[in-house]
């Protein structure tokens, strides 16, 4: 069974411009997740999708963040502009049914540097 | 709220146990483990369910103690695969759905 895939796996830009990542979850799996990860820290939930329909995205900033998951399964997140503060790893994850019901399956992550 | 984890490192000779702690500060329904290896995506160990029993798979279990809001992994004889930082992830109600990850515990398992 193929694994959650992400593009690209590093990207270097300079602050204020953009950056899109793209995330492929495992097939079937309703629940699509990102998640921030700074370096030595834990992941910080950003937006959670079921389907094509936002669940949660308390946590994203949404002036220079947006996420989108068109047909309920590939995903993509932007950043515009990015900021020094948003070099990070950029998880994404992907689940059956959820989280309460058993594992997220992650994929190896985006890392960016913004210079 | 984000669930803090302790000790943030612990080193260790392979064959040595250790326990990692998960405390939160507000009631939760389930407490899931991850391990995440440098360079590598978080790998699931386990989820423990409120009213659940303590689980374990091979050397590596886990408990849940709901009125504390906690939650213990035990590693007993530690192999050098043990190594990587663990990361609890705790949801404070079954129609949450919501992960919210620990600080992470860095453990290093030496020959």
């Known amino acids: 069974e193929a694994g959650v895939a992400q593009s690209p796996r590093y990207k270097i830009i300079e602050k204020r411009q953009s950056v899109a990542f793209w995330c492929n979850p495992i097939s079937g799996h309703a629940t699509l997740y990102w998640y921030q990860q700074i370096l030595g820290q834990g992941p910080k939930l950003l937006i959670q999708?079921?389907?094509?329909?936002?669940?949660?995205d308390s946590q994203l900033p949404k002036d220079r963040f947006s996420a989108e998951r068109l047909k309920g399964v590939d995903s993509t997140l932007k950043i515009q502009p990015a900021k020094l503060e948003d070099s990070a790893v950029y998880l994404c994850a992907s689940s059956f049914s959820g989280a309460n019901t058993g594992e997220l399956f992650f994929g190896e992550g985006s890392r960016l540097t913004v210079l | 709220q984000q669930p803090v984890q302790s000790p943030q490192a612990v080193i260790l000779r392979e064959g040595e146990d250790a326990v990692i702690n998960c405390s939160s500060s507000?009631?939760?329904?389930?407490v899931h483990w991850y391990r995440q290896k440098h360079g590598e995506a978080p790998v699931f160990l386990m989820i423990l369910l409120k009213g659940g029993e303590q689980k374990g798979h091979e050397k590596i279990s886990a408990s849940f103690n709901e009125k504390k809001q906690q939650s213990s992994l035990y590693l007993t004889a530690s192999q050098l695969s043990y190594s990587g930082t663990y990361f609890c992830?705790?949801?404070?109600?079954?129609?949450?759905?919501?992960?919210?990850f620990g600080t992470g515990t860095r453990l290093q398992v030496f020959p």
């Open positions: 999708f079921q389907n094509n329909g936002v669940v949660d």
């Open positions: 507000k009631a939760l329904y389930s």
């Open positions: 992830g705790t949801e404070k109600s079954y129609n949450t759905d919501k992960l919210i």
